[in-house]
């Protein structure tokens, strides 16, 4: 039987991109709808499976900048699910001292959504052992362009160096500015990209592509997914002696 990972080798932070809710719903003949509302169930359970196995942050892939191309009947029902599972996991999160952050151009979301989700992020800001994010409207791309611009601004107004020319300074303006970057980043259904999600972020983060499609990913495929984290030596640029702690002479 395996043995799950010791807790130094759980991510603290899991990222996924939830992909495969389409072709879940096509391959039973079912509207792509139906594939999404079965996705969120699995964010239900994911959230909590998470927290089970010793992570800390979980950052879910919910809606992309580029999501708003799709038909409009497919991005009003999404819009319709992520409204309703936010009103109806409010009580949940308080119950179970869940924290909600957000990430992306919220402000460009639906006004009830926007409403919804301060009052969730309001109510479950003091806890601090576990953390949902959602990435709602979010690309890479414009995060950098946002960071970019209000970095100039902060330069502008005298508030930052020019010259500093730091990643500590420059990711204080990124929406994960008090966040730790992504350890672990998950994509389902088979794909192998990363789709304009978190590019910066997860630049030494370990990769997971699991066939399962969303609807389908269970705590078991985390807990995999996890395992094969735990197999892997991250090395943030050093060699794989340098990692090897030194016999020191006494
Ligand atoms: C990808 O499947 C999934 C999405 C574009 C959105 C994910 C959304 C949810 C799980 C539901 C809403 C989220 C929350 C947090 C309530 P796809 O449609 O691209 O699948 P396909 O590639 O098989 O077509």
């Known amino acids: ?86 009103k109806k996991e409010l009580e949940t999160f308080v119950r179970d001292r869940v924290r ?3 990430i992306g151009r919220t402000e460009e979301m639906p006004a009830s959504i926007q409403k919804l989700l301060r009052a969730t992020m309001e109510e479950t800001k003091q806890f601090t052992d576990y953390t949902l994010v959602l990435a709602l409207n979010y690309g890479a791309r414009s995060e950098i362009v946002d960071a970019a611009r209000a970095y100039a601004s902060a330069v502008a107004a005298g508030k930052e160096k020019l010259n500093d020319g730091s ?11 008090d966040m730790p970057d992504p350890d672990l980043v998950i994509r389902t259904s088979g794909e192998t990209r990363i789709s304009n999600f978190l590019l910066m972020q997860a630049a030494y983060a370990e990769f997971v592509f699991t066939p399962v499609l969303w609807p389908d990913f269970t705590k078991a495929d985390l807990a995999a997914a996890i395992a094969e984290f735990a197999k892997r030596e991250r090395r943030f640029g050093l060699t794989s002696e340098q990692l090897k702690p030194t016999a020191t002479s006494k």
Not at 63 to 80: C, H, I, T, Y
Not at 167 to 177: G, P
């Open 1 to 86: 039987m395996s043995q799950a990972p010791a807790p130094a080798h759980i991510p603290h932070h899991v990222a996924i991109i939830m992909d495969g809710n389409g072709r879940w719903a096509k391959q039973r003949g079912l509207p792509r709808i139906e594939g999404h509302r079965r996705g969120v169930e699995t964010v239900r359970t994911t959230t909590f499976a998470a927290r089970d196995l010793g992570v800390k942050m979980l950052t879910l892939y919910a809606f992309s900048v580029e999501n708003w191309k799709r038909p409009q009947d497919e991005v009003g029902a999404l819009m319709g699910l992520l409204e309703y599972y936010l």
């Open 100 to 102: 909600l952050r957000t």
């Open 167 to 177: 990643w500590q300074s420059f990711s204080r303006y990124l929406y994960t500015a």
